[in-house]
């Protein structure tokens, strides 16, 4: 049972234009959500994060929205340059303990020049 | 600071056969995690290791095990190999604690091919 899911498994995105990758999530105990981002042959990295006590979190040229009525989380790239061409994962923690977390299918993102 | 190191990055294994994968956190993290991707699945929690004993496991039939040393670093091992459990395996270490909203520092993965 996919508890964080991506719907969209690619995007092509133009450079200098805004890149939106969407996250959905069914389990509404989730307080917290990270985005990971993962390059050809490397290990995921940490891109940015949001508590579910805030709906918008920014980091330079990422924003995290999150609409939690809609169980629905979104992460914005503006504006997006070639070398944000990675693929995207969204991830929650379940309410326990410890470092499990439930990550998306992925959304792969190519910023064309 | 040295990053999280997997070894081996890539194995070849047939089916039936057992393969043990290898997992140094960064220096001072104490919880290494394991995952499994694969296309189309994302990550898909392996189990995660807290002071060497085994804090959480995803739902993995018995074949998948790991086990963390007082060193912090980790092993997972997978008995009786199927086509199915190629995948690239992904080691993820923190610093811990009791419920981390931090990130997970990850490994380059070592890659598992079953034949």
């Known amino acids: 049972d996919q508890q964080v899911k991506q719907n969209s498994p690619s995007l092509s995105v133009q450079e200098g234009r805004i890149s939106i990758l969407n996250c959905d999530y069914t389990n509404s105990m989730f307080d917290y959500f990270l985005w990971y981002k993962k390059y050809p042959a490397e290990g995921p990295t940490f891109l940015i994060s949001i508590s579910s006590i805030k709906d918008k979190n920014e980091d330079g040229r990422f924003t995290v929205f999150l609409n939690k009525s809609a169980k629905h989380l979104s992460l914005h790239i503006v504006p997006s340059q070639p070398g944000d061409s990675a693929v995207y994962f969204c991830?929650?923690?379940?309410?326990?303990?410890?470092?499990?977390?439930?990550f998306g299918t992925g959304t792969s993102l190519t910023v064309i020049p | 600071k040295a990053g999280v190191t997997q070894t081996p990055r890539y194995l070849i294994k047939t089916r039936g056969q057992q393969v043990t994968l290898s997992c140094s956190p960064i220096?001072?993290?104490?919880?290494v995690s394991w995952y499994q991707q694969t296309p189309g699945q994302g990550l898909q929690f392996l189990f995660e290791y807290f002071s060497e004993t085994q804090r959480n496991k995803g739902n993995f039939p018995g074949r998948f095990s790991g086990r963390q040393f007082s060193n912090s670093r980790s092993e997972m091992n997978v008995s009786t190999l199927e086509l199915g459990d190629s995948a690239l395996y992904l080691c993820?270490?923190?610093?811990?604690?009791?419920?981390?909203?931090?990130?997970?520092?990850f490994g380059e993965g070592s890659r598992l091919t079953v034949l």
């Open positions: 991830a929650a923690p379940p309410s326990n303990t410890g470092n499990q977390f439930y």
């Open positions: 993820a270490s923190s610093a811990g604690g009791m419920r981390n909203t931090g990130e997970l520092f």
């Open positions: 220096s001072g993290h104490r919880s």
